[in-house]
């Protein structure tokens, strides 16, 4: 006859209350996995968006990055001109918002053919500053414009560089002493970053809203 050894009563299974803290257990990761995969699914259904939409949301703020962080802050006046010298220009009545920056490289510019001995090869040039502006209609979206009218007399001629459509409500904020407001500072302080809000009319209500903020170069105040 085989001998076994003697098993004492931990040895022999789980005891009935770790059967049911390990249920309870599999039971709430079952439960957190499930509302996990919920959401997912109810998110995707409630925006309707696709690859292309983010894409385009991604390509007007990385725009608005590069012009903001270019912003200059220009004299009142030169040689006794009065120049168009508003940091930020903020119109709530028209949803628009104005500014100057530097062009360069990165940020378009216009193009020329210049003469070579094999062919014309066009050439990028950059003026020094430019215009810029940022403005939602309801009608035509959101766009991001540019013009080289910097203190020309007639009216400014605005040149589109991208445009967003389809975009049902916008809201730009100022972050002034480390708090957001709607309107940008009166110059007494300075503006440190500006933010922008929207959404697109194929989004669910519950749904965040998009949101770019971007850093504003340090300001004299």
């Known amino acids: 006859m085989a001998l076994y050894p003697h098993r004492n009563a931990r040895q022999r299974g789980l005891t009935l209350i770790e059967l049911l803290l390990a249920l309870a257990l599999t039971a709430l990761l079952g439960v957190m996995l499930a509302a996990q995969i919920d959401l997912w699914?109810?998110?995707?259904?409630?925006?309707?968006l696709t690859d292309s939409r983010d894409a385009q949301v991604?390509?007007?703020?990385?725009?608005?990055?590069?012009?903001?962080a270019a912003l200059v802050e220009r004299p009142l006046h030169t040689q006794g001109l009065a120049l168009y010298n508003e940091r930020l220009e903020w119109l709530p009545d028209q949803q628009r918002l104005e500014w100057v920056a530097l062009n360069g490289p990165a940020l378009g510019g216009l193009f020329a053919e210049t003469d070579d001995q094999l062919a014309s090869v066009p050439v990028r040039q950059y003026s020094a500053l430019q215009r810029q502006a940022l403005s939602w209609q309801q009608e035509g979206g959101l766009a991001l414009e540019v013009s080289a009218d910097l203190d020309s007399p007639r009216a400014t001629r605005w040149q589109p560089l991208i445009e967003l459509t389809g975009v049902d409500q916008v809201q730009v904020e100022f972050r002034v002493e480390e708090r957001w407001q709607s309107f940008p500072s009166d110059g007494r302080v300075a503006t440190e970053a500006v933010r922008v809000l929207l959404m697109l009319d194929e989004q669910a209500p519950q749904v965040a809203p998009y949101r770019c903020t971007f850093t504003l170069p340090a300001q004299e105040v």
């Open 41 to 48: 699914v109810g998110l995707k259904t409630g925006t309707k």
């Open 58 to 68: 991604l390509e007007l703020c990385s725009a608005l990055d590069n012009r903001f």
